[in-house]
Nanobody
């Protein structure tokens, strides 16, 4: 019933930009904290950006100043605008929806691949 679907990944040159989208089919979407995670080959999954139900945001140090997370509650969609991309940004990017710190919900998408060439 719950669906979390990422899109917008692809191949881009270093210095380029991509915008990822996360379309969420879920009851009471505005109450969820939304995050983007990524996992590069051979590395742990890491939190990239967070936007809470109150629209507070937080970013990994590695992407601060380059990435921007936003949400459109009317569209049940979360975005990750990625600028000045670097090869080290190459990863599968996952969207995560959490309510009440996961107590009332914790849902993941299947991921979208981002490859940044040098």
């Amino acid at each position: 019933q719950v669906q979390v679907v990422e899109s917008g990944g692809g191949l881009v040159q270093s210095g380029g930009s991509l915008r990822l989208s996360c379309a969420v089919s879920i009851f009471n979407f505005p109450t969820y904290d939304m995050s983007w995670y990524r996992q590069a080959p051979g590395k742990e999954r890491e939190l990239v950006a967070l936007i809470t139900s109150t629209t507070r945001t937080n970013y990994a140090d590695s992407v601060k100043g380059r990435f921007n997370i936003s949400r459109d509650n009317a569209k049940n969609t979360v975005y990750l605008q990625m600028n000045s991309l670097k090869p080290e940004d190459t990863a599968v990017y996952y969207c995560n929806a959490v309510r009440n710190r996961g107590v009332q919900g914790n849902y993941w998408g299947q991921g979208t691949q981002v490859i940044v060439s040098s």
